[in-house]
């Protein structure tokens, strides 16, 4: 018999279709205009042959090795019974809370874990962690830290970022040229965080380009933007944007270009950046002619640019992925900082924003209501690092560092847990992962995979994927909120998160506190109730969680109207102030000046990267990575699926190379070749293509971590995971975000037998 269940992922809202216990198709929500291609993946992850069937402990781990010097990921695990791994679980957390205290677990848990938002992963494992006296957590995170933490000191809200952002429908009504810095990338679109059912990036900018809006693609790829959009494209050096930016103001300055009245009124220290910039600070004149020596982008073209934003209403916008680099604040600080300049924010459709082609639903006309969320539990340890420091924590245990002002220490940590999401896919530099990873005494994964994390844990436990169990979808980039009801049981020995942390809180003595005394009906009906309630109060009325769950979704209308961003600020900036010190929009920070950052001094300026085309790395390492999110795949999730599988070589992944430097390598489409550094080494398969500028190379992140020799660092990774060549340095000590895109690389032919890729099965199991 087929059954049809309403679901949801971050990839999108579907229809599971279930035949004899097997979901065999994800059908697109019905009215997506652009259902993503990822849905086709979704019953080869759920069946995969990769899935945990029970859970694992490492053997030496049971044998009574606790780290120090352990090199997992090589040794074979041993299939234990639920009650056993709670047992051991139970007995782990307390004897390290209670030898080294709660901050010495580990259970920050950063990732993407699934779509529903009871059964979240991450925040189900912390309020266990809460519960049972606490942990060191993580804050911000991989896609924009650097501007999360910037933002609000010069613009007092990270809403340029994350959104809300001037809108879709104001732009195609009111923009006349859009400057996008990195694109905007229509695979990106595919993804919205905590599922969507409508994905409209494509909808809106072919609305936009109809509308003869002029679109300028300023980025190192040419097909960050799509070909239809007829965009003009600005190729230009990864990690240089800021210095275009200058030279642009250089321009504003010097021929009487920048609006001063808006400067004036609601800006704060244009003074120093405009001394800065006319070379009066430091006798260097950001003048065209000195980008053009940094970014290849012609000193005519940035004349132009500038001039042409000065004469229409235009909008710079920004990829997340910009912050992503060394020195990550500066481009995130330069765009609203010449947006002033042009005096357009506070404007329909002009101004500045960052997104547009990071994430489904940016830009979007919705309410402001809060999306469902499961509510977070006050954390007794009250210790956080910097997400991206995870390494540097690991490495350095109670050394000292800066961050956003503060000066801080890093914890003793003795105990990982991780549950929904993947650092072997996230964290830069694996070799030095691997390396720090092994100086843990104990490591927990769930994981519904044998992802690396699981690979490289002691205590493995198999999680539900969500078609296994009942939740709710809900985004805040989407209007829906979505039924994601159970298709399928359990597969082999899988749990719930929810089910088994309760048993794991019953050993530690707090269950009650833990389930909140509900049950996961009465928590959806809970989490239900709180969201229709911060409906209600912003008068929007929404049906109850019976009629909701019958019909499968509710979808919440478009308003006819909402706010500008900062449209009442530039209005009247006395009467309606930013929170910021000034209340103004911060040009120069005295903040962040009184800091004291050699790597983010007071306005934004240009610091040479350690690697980029333009410096003395590049002698030895001649081509700049970059590593984009992937078309086939949500980061590793389903790596292990059919979409992913198709764009492979070999099975390989494949790395983007201009014809040119191929040439020059002796290198030909299809090839199996050799990316490295002095950090570690792939193997990629080469697709040829002029996408890329010369000079520049793109892999996309997600291929699982696969070692030629398992547990030993500097091992090659046969598979083509990118980030065992990226560096793991923070952007500055303001942000301290990750600087993936700062990367520079080799590429030779593979010359040896072409090792098998192993990672999509299970690692070496021993009978108990
Ligand atoms: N080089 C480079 N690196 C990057 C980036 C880049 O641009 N370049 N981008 C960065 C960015 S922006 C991000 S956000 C990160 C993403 O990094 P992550 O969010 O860590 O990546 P995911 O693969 O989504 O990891 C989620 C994991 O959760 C697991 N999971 C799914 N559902 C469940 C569940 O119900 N229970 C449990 N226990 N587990 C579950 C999945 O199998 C998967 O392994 O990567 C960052 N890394
Ligand atoms: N299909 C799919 N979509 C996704 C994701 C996914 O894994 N798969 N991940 C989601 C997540 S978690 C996030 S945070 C967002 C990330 O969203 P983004 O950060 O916007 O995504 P990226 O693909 O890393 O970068 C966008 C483009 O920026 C360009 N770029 C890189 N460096 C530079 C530079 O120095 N200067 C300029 N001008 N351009 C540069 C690259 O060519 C790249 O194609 O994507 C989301 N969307
Ligand atoms: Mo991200």
Not at 317 to 323: E, F
Not at 524 to 550: K, N, Q
Not at 659 to 665: G, I, N, V, W
């Amino acid at each position: 018999m087929t059954q049809f269940r309403p679901h949801s992922a971050h990839w999108g809202a579907f229809t599971a279709v279930v035949e004899d216990g097997r979901v065999v198709e994800a059908r697109p929500f019905p009215g997506d205009p652009a259902p993503p291609a990822l849905l086709a993946a979704i019953p080869d992850a759920v069946h995969s042959p990769v899935r945990i069937d029970r859970p694992h402990i490492r053997r030496g781990w049971l044998r009574g090795d606790r780290g120090g010097g352990t090199l997992r990921g090589a040794e074979p695990f041993v299939p234990v019974d639920w009650d056993t791994a709670i047992r051991l679980v139970a007995e782990e957390v307390a004897r390290v809370r209670d030898t080294h205290g709660p901050a010495s677990i580990f259970g920050g848990s950063y990732g993407w874990s699934s779509a529903g938002r009871f059964h979240h992963a991450k925040t189900q494992l912390q309020r266990l962690l809460a519960c049972a006296g606490g942990y060191t957590g993580q804050v911000t995170n991989y896609s924009y830290a650097t501007g999360m933490t910037l933002m609000p000191r010069i613009v007092g809200t990270n809403a340029p970022v994350e959104g809300p952002v001037p809108e879709w429908r104001d732009i195609v009504a009111h923009t006349k040229l859009m400057l996008c810095f990195g694109g905007i990338t229509l695979r990106n679109g595919q993804i919205t965080s905590g599922g969507g059912a409508r994905h409209e990036m494509a909808l809106h900018l072919r609305l936009a380009v109809e509308a003869g809006l002029r679109l300028v693609n300023i980025s190192p790829v040419r097909s960050d933007m799509p070909d239809w959009a007829r965009a003009e494209w600005i190729p230009i050096r990864p990690g240089t944007d800021v210095a275009l930016m200058l030279a642009m103001a250089h321009v504003l300055f010097s021929e009487g270009l920048a609006d001063t009245g808006f400067l004036q009124r609601c800006t704060t220290g244009h003074e120093p950046l405009r001394a800065y910039v006319l070379g009066q600070a430091d006798g260097v004149a950001k003048t065209p002619a000195w980008a053009e020596a940094i970014t290849a982008v012609p000193a005519a073209t940035i004349a132009a640019l500038a001039r042409d934003c000065a004469r229409a209403p235009s909008l710079l916008a920004a990829a997340w992925s910009l912050q992503r680099a060394e020195r990550g604040e500066q481009p995130f600080w330069m765009l609203p900082a010449l947006a002033a300049m042009l005096g357009g924010i506070g404007k329909p459709g002009q101004g500045f924003a960052f997104g547009y082609g990071s994430m489904g639903g940016m830009g979007i006309t919705r309410e402001r209501v809060p999306s469902v969320s499961l509510p977070a539990m006050t954390n007794p340890a009250r210790s956080v690092i910097p997400v991206a420091r995870l390494t540097e924590m690991l490495e350095r245990p109670g050394g000292a560092y800066d961050y956003n002002g503060q000066a801080r220490s890093y914890p003793d940590i003795r105990l990982i847990w991780w549950a929904g999401g993947n650092p072997f896919h996230h964290h830069q530099d694996l070799n030095r992962l691997l390396r720090a990873w092994a100086r843990t005494e104990t490591i927990i994964v769930s994981e519904p995979w044998w992802t690396s994390p699981a690979r490289h844990a002691d205590i493995v436990l198999p999680a539900t994927t969500t078609l296994e169990r009942d939740d709710i979808g809900s985004s805040s980039a989407d209007r829906f909120v979505l039924a994601m009801k159970q298709a399928i049981a359990p597969q082999a020995q899988a749990r719930n998160e929810f089910d088994y942390l309760a048993d794991v809180a019953d050993a530690l003595g707090v269950r009650e506190r833990f389930t909140g005394q509900r049950d996961v009906g009465a928590w959806l009906r809970a989490l239900y109730a709180t969201w229709s309630e911060g409906c209600a109060r912003r008068g929007i009325e929404v049906p109850d969680f019976d009629s909701f769950w019958e019909q499968g979704h509710v979808e919440i209308p478009e308003p006819p109207r909402t706010d500008v961003p900062f449209a009442a600020f530039a209005r009247d900036p006395v009467a309606a102030p930013l929170h910021t010190p000034s209340g103004r929009i911060e040009i120069y920070s005295e903040t962040i000046a009184g800091f004291g950052y050699d790597d983010c001094p007071g306005h934004p300026v240009w610091l040479e990267p350690r690697e980029w085309l333009g410096g003395v790395a590049a002698a030895t390492w001649p081509l700049h990575l970059l590593t984009s999110q992937p078309a086939t795949r949500l980061h590793g999730q389903l790596d292990q699926g059919r979409v992913a599988a198709a764009d492979k070589i070999a099975g390989r992944e494949p790395i983007l190379m201009h014809p040119a430097d191929a040439a020059a390598r002796g290198l030909g489409e299809g090839d199996i070749v050799r990316v490295f550094n002095d950090r570690g080494a792939c193997l990629a398969g080469l697709r040829l293509s002029d996408a890329p500028m010369p000079g520049v190379v793109v892999m996309a992140t997600g291929a699982w971590f696969d070692p030629l020799e398992p547990g030993r660092p500097g091992s090659l990774c046969v598979h083509g995971n990118p980030n065992i060549l990226t560096q793991d340095v923070g952007t500055s000590r303001l942000g301290q975000g990750p600087s993936a895109q700062s990367c520079l690389v080799e590429v030779e032919r593979w010359q040896g037998p072409l090792p098998e890729v192993t990672v999509h099965r299970p690692p070496p199991i021993e009978a108990p």
